[in-house]
């Protein structure tokens, strides 16, 4: 396949353009993004800028994370491993939704959008997962396991 045509190295180009062209943006931005977008190439823009947002919200929780545990090596171990084991997950689980992603045509101009859209959907439910290490659980909760004890009453 003619790699002009491959959607993977569209993709990563669109994408790594967009974030070299583009600082991280505020959610209101990113509202605003889609809200004023006219053509698919600004529909295909947002998304990609949802994506970067969600993307890097997931980097500062997963970082706060391995700080405020620093000293459970133990847990950071096996923290990492699933976070890996995470991303493998994610990125099969992408090729599950979009079989047919090296096809240009086939999910049609929107694609680009699309793929972003649900890449920050697995994002942020992932994020939702790392935040229980920041925020805690209530206490009694017999099943917490790793997870610290709420502050918040």
């Given at each position: 396949?003619?790699?002009?045509?491959?959607?993977?190295?569209n993709l990563s180009l669109i994408t790594s353009l967009l974030m070299l062209s583009c600082p991280a943006l505020s959610s209101d931005a990113i509202?605003?993004?889609?809200?004023?977008?006219?053509?698919?190439?600004d529909i295909?823009?947002?998304?990609?800028?949802?994506?970067?947002?969600a993307d890097k919200e997931l980097n500062a929780v997963?970082?706060?994370?391995?700080?405020?545990?620093?000293?459970n090596s133990k847990f950071l171990d096996k923290l990492k491993a699933a976070q890996r084991a995470w991303l493998k997950w994610r990125d099969a689980e992408m090729e599950a939704v979009y079989p047919e992603k090296?096809?240009?045509?086939?999910?049609?101009?929107?694609?680009p959008a699309c793929w972003?859209?649900?890449?920050s959907s697995f994002t942020q439910a992932r994020t939702?997962?790392?935040?229980?290490?920041?925020?805690?659980?209530?206490?009694g909760d017999v099943c917490s396991g790793s997870y610290p004890l709420s502050l918040k009453k």
């Open positions: 396949m003619n790699n002009y045509f491959d959607v993977n190295a509202r605003t993004c889609h809200d004023e977008a006219q053509t698919q190439l295909n823009h947002c998304g990609s800028l949802d994506f970067q947002s997963y970082q706060a994370v391995l700080e405020q545990h620093k000293t090296d096809d240009p045509s086939y999910y049609g101009s929107s694609f972003s859209t649900q890449l939702k997962q790392l935040q229980k290490w920041l925020d805690g659980v209530e206490e």
